[in-house]
């Protein structure tokens, strides 16, 4: 039997048997969304790093390397230093306040925050999440489909259906507990997985010294920060690539690890865990694709099949499956996390505080399952008809999320001067600014849409906020 397949059934059968053992630890809406804050250092800094880099940094991130060569170094900078300033500037101070307001959703602190009885930043926060959770979920199943194709000769859809059904399955039955839990695994995974490809690729190449020579064969500008850009267009290459860093403080699905650490004091010890991770990742998925092209030049029609490609004919059979996993965990373990919070938004946002204060808690327990699986079918559906590469997707969602959350979570957390007023033109301006730049071709290829995004959200939340009262009556839990 495959050696392969074998290694992958053991996989799923891990998550099936984890998704089932933690359906017991489910009892109450905070158990489902947040574990009831009582999570350690090591999973929140494992879970969170695993659930920030999805199919993107497994199959996005080396195949654009594959494609732009060293060029694609900009963006994991610009990641390290995003995940390094999240974790010092947001996650103890967001704990604190979301604990002091009882809060247990973004939606629900910024209502709470700025006491706003008529619950617009309620409503605003949780369109702008399903919206873009969707599509981000989307873009994991669709990586799915990939990696199984070319690893099983599966079809993409048959990939994508079996991606979709083991999230939901082990989401739905585990919740938070199951998901944090399948993020430890699944980090560690994935961390060994980009050090130990770049390794066997500098072997198989006989070492560094021949990389410059293959990549260039191809072409030498590969070779080159700059991709063999000069001027303003290289300029704004390199802030589209550190500009993503820009949106680590505005994703839910990660800033929640933040919320369920059991004691803010252990975030100094889940910063230098989640940092070490960063950077280790990072470098071997840049290095991964440019060790994949000096390997095998420019052969691929889908240069985001690289990894599993590079996976299959340099390893054995084996070691190759347990690093194929190591793909298929970081879709897993993006997609379970974005799930739980839209799920969050519909049940604890919208059901709950908007329209049944009172419904018991086994009610809200079951509603979060349900609508995990309603969300999960339309993003499976939007996956069916993508035409775009994971990686341009994951960056459409990451933008969206991040102009409409960063600067109003680090301003909330920061100023004192901010009004409910300002957050709301804040969120609503990021987001319409990124909807209309990704739309428009010529801005899109002119700058990364998160970057004038934030800009906008960040000068509306300060400007809007000068000029209405501030809102002193701030509801307490």
């Not at 929140?44 to 940094?57: K, P, T």
């Not at 560094?208 to 080159?224: G, Q, R, Y």
């Not at 390893?315 to 298929?328: K, V, W």
Request: hydrophobic share 55%.
């Amino acid at each position: 039997m495959n050696p392969i397949l074998i290694g992958f059934i053991a996989y799923l059968i891990i998550l099936f048997v984890k998704g089932i053992l933690t359906y017991r630890y489910n009892r109450t809406l905070p158990d489902y969304i947040l574990a009831s804050r009582r999570i350690g250092p090591w999973l929140a800094s494992f879970s969170e790093r695993a659930s920030g880099e999805s199919a993107w940094l497994l199959v996005g991130l080396p195949g654009l390397a594959l494609a732009t060569g060293f060029n694609a170094i900009w963006p994991a900078i610009g990641c390290v230093f995003g995940i390094f300033f999240s974790w010092t500037f947001i996650a103890k101070r967001l704990r604190m306040e979301t604990e002091k307001y009882n809060a247990i959703t973004i939606p629900d602190f910024l209502e709470s925050r700025y006491g706003d009885d008529s619950h617009t930043l309620r409503i605003t926060a949780t369109i702008i999440i399903v919206f873009f959770f969707t599509i981000y979920v989307a873009a994991q199943f669709l990586g799915a489909g990939k990696v199984l194709n070319i690893t099983f000769g599966i079809s993409k859809l048959h990939g994508m259906l079996i991606g979709a059904g083991i999230i939901l399955f082990y989401t739905i039955m585990g919740g938070f507990f199951a998901v944090v839990w399948t993020d430890f695994f699944q980090g560690a995974l994935m961390v060994f997985t980009l050090v130990m490809l770049p390794i066997v690729g500098a072997i198989e190449l006989g070492g560094i010294k021949n990389l410059a020579l293959e990549v260039s064969k191809t072409d030498p500008n590969l070779l080159f920060v700059g991709g063999g850009l000069t001027g303003w267009p290289m300029i704004l290459s390199v802030l589209g690539g550190l500009g993503i860093g820009l949106g680590y403080m505005g994703q839910p699905h990660l800033i929640t690890r933040f919320m369920a650490i059991k004691n803010p004091k252990q975030l100094r010890q889940g910063s230098l865990i989640a940092v070490s991770w960063a950077i280790l990742a990072f470098w071997g998925a840049v290095l991964l694709g440019i060790f994949g092209l000096a390997i095998f030049g420019d052969m691929f029609s889908d240069q985001e099949m690289i990894m599993p490609y590079m996976a299959k004919h340099l390893l054995p059979a084996g070691l190759a499956g347990i690093l194929i996993c190591g793909a298929i965990a970081a879709m897993m373990s993006t997609a379970d996390s974005q799930l739980l919070v839209a799920t969050s938004a519909i049940s604890e946002d919208v059901y709950h505080k908007l329209y049944k204060k009172d419904a018991p808690q086994k009610t809200l327990v079951t509603l979060s399952r349900i609508a995990t699986l309603i969300v999960g079918v339309i993003a499976f559906m939007l996956a069916l008809t993508a035409e775009s590469l994971v990686y341009w997707l994951v960056l459409y969602a990451w933008a969206g999320l991040g102009s409409s959350f960063g600067p109003a979570l680090f301003l909330t957390l920061w100023w004192k001067k901010v009004t409910k007023q300002g957050i709301f033109a804040g969120m609503v301006g990021g987001t319409l600014t990124v909807l209309v730049w990704y739309n428009v071709p010529a801005l899109k290829n002119l700058l990364y849409e998160l970057i004038p995004g934030f800009v906008v959200s960040f000068v509306l939340i300060v400007g809007v906020s000068l000029l209405t009262p501030k809102n002193d009556r701030r509801k307490r839990a």
